[in-house]
């Protein structure tokens, strides 16, 4: 028998422009969540730099870098250390002229177990991602590891109820998103509250609607807008593990360094999809126009 | 200008063995609504009779009517009476042996302006609606009103993120779904709240996939098993609107029966797909397998 409990770690850290100390930062923090049981720890997305798509700047592709590479090299490391897998967070240099925004799940062994590419890309004042990402093309493909069928996203992706669905249906056990997300402070509280309320319950909802555990994890901190057009942005933090109710199991601060670790039973999803039996009835006869851009 | 506030009454109650009763408790709630502003009122699913899929008995098959009926006759008297939008939840007898779970829009003239057949059908003890209704095959289309373009909706949809957002794609202003949904007391208080949490989650999550207000009415009450199997449905109320970002607007009480009327802006939807323009990004070039049952 599996033991189907399973222990994970969210590392929710501030970035500098010391890319070395980020790196630091991160395995810190891992080395935390492991010492504390984790066997699957999820980093935050680009985690080893600023979020640099505050501007359109080539000079930031030089962040880019190859998978395999230095970072997955060193995290492989960690990996292998620790004896836990690990889920990372890459600007990744796919070939001259091509990135991608990539999260990689890296074994116990320090090998690659697979990534997935970043599908929807935004594209919003403070966040240029259109700029830099080339939109994913493997597609809404989990990824096996030793620790379960991986179901890895990455931040936009958040929103789209078509991408926690798509990992669901391809049996994936967890919903994993990297995330960089925060405040304009400019917005009114009352705003800013509504914004950190939805960007969660969006989510519960993905966990609900599939009766999937989904963990996110968030940078946090303040980073200046190096334009100076606008007074930058403050991460929200808020790193969250939630059951396949909906349930909210875990959450860090808005405004701190904090290293999340909690219990997920991954059971409970056969469970409540037996009491709950949501895909026994979905209309795939009448479900084409999800195809369409609108049905105009 | 349009005027795009719109005022919208839900019409909570509990329903006895008396059919004559329940429609008149339903029209002194409409009336209550519209005293109140309201010009668009949605009722509670199948609100004129007990929730009757408790059992599988040939004998509730009486209950059901035609489309044009008694039902949108008597309520399309009141609609035009009192110049309100209504949203009704019938068990259609659309021909012989063939019967529905339809949600019927009646215009202020007393027309019916259109109608939406219950696409998925539940399953569950306590719920067999499968051998009451055959699935809808008017797909997910909004109906055109004087008060907007609804997306109608009847309860299990409530669960599937697909229904949402076809009708959103569709053009849809509102999301309307008529419930009936309870608890099974046998159930321990932790699980119960878990339910009416994530079927309040699930909920808001497609508002804010979609940006679009979400309006749900549920019955309340007891209504014991006929079988004498269970302990019965008690019927969790809870009627709720919900803004375009996910925002708890009003929400009725679990046990009493309760007119809520909320004014809704429906000019927030456009302000908050500029800003969070989710349908822009849309991956529908890797959307094909939400048209298959799994990927296996």
């Not at 303040?222 to 942005?233: A, C, F, L, V």
Request: charged content about 20%; glycine content about 8%.
């Amino acid at each position: 028998m599996t033991n189907k409990q399973l222990t994970i770690g969210l590392v929710q850290h501030a970035c500098s422009i010391d890319s070395a100390a980020n790196i630091e930062t991160t395995v810190q923090g891992i080395r935390t969540a492991a010492s504390r049981g984790a066997r699957l720890v999820l980093l935050q997305e680009l985690h080893g730099s600023l979020y640099f798509c505050q501007t359109e700047d080539q000079a930031n592709f030089e962040l880019a870098e190859t998978i395999p590479g230095p970072t997955t090299q060193r995290l492989g490391e960690i990996a292998t250390e620790l004896n836990t897998v690990i889920v990372a967070s890459i600007f990744e240099k796919r070939a001259t002229g091509l990135y991608h925004n990539t999260a990689v799940a890296l074994e116990t062994d320090g090998s690659i177990a697979g990534c997935y590419r970043k599908m929807h890309i935004p594209d919003d004042p403070g966040y240029y991602e259109k700029y830099y990402f080339t939109p994913g093309d493997l597609g809404f493909t989990p990824v096996d590891t030793s620790v379960g069928r991986l179901g890895l996203l990455v931040c936009w992706d958040q929103w789209y109820p078509e991408a926690a669905r798509l990992m669901a249906l391809a049996g994936a056990e967890l919903l994993l998103y990297p995330t960089a997300i925060g405040w304009d402070m400019q917005d009114p509280e009352e705003e800013r509250v509504r914004q950190l309320d939805a960007w969660l319950t969006v989510q519960r909802g993905h966990a609900i609607a599939n009766s999937l555990p989904v963990l996110a994890c968030n940078r946090t901190g303040h980073e200046p807008d190096p334009s100076g057009q606008t007074d930058g942005i403050r991460f929200w933090g808020g790193s969250v593990a939630i059951g396949p109710q909906g349930e909210l199991l875990a959450q860090a601060a808005t405004d701190t360094t904090e290293v999340v670790v909690v219990d997920i039973d991954l059971e409970r999803s056969g469970q409540l999809r037996q009491v709950w039996p949501y895909l026994r009835d979905r209309r795939i006869d009448a479900y084409h126009d999800l195809l369409r851009r609108f049905r105009d």
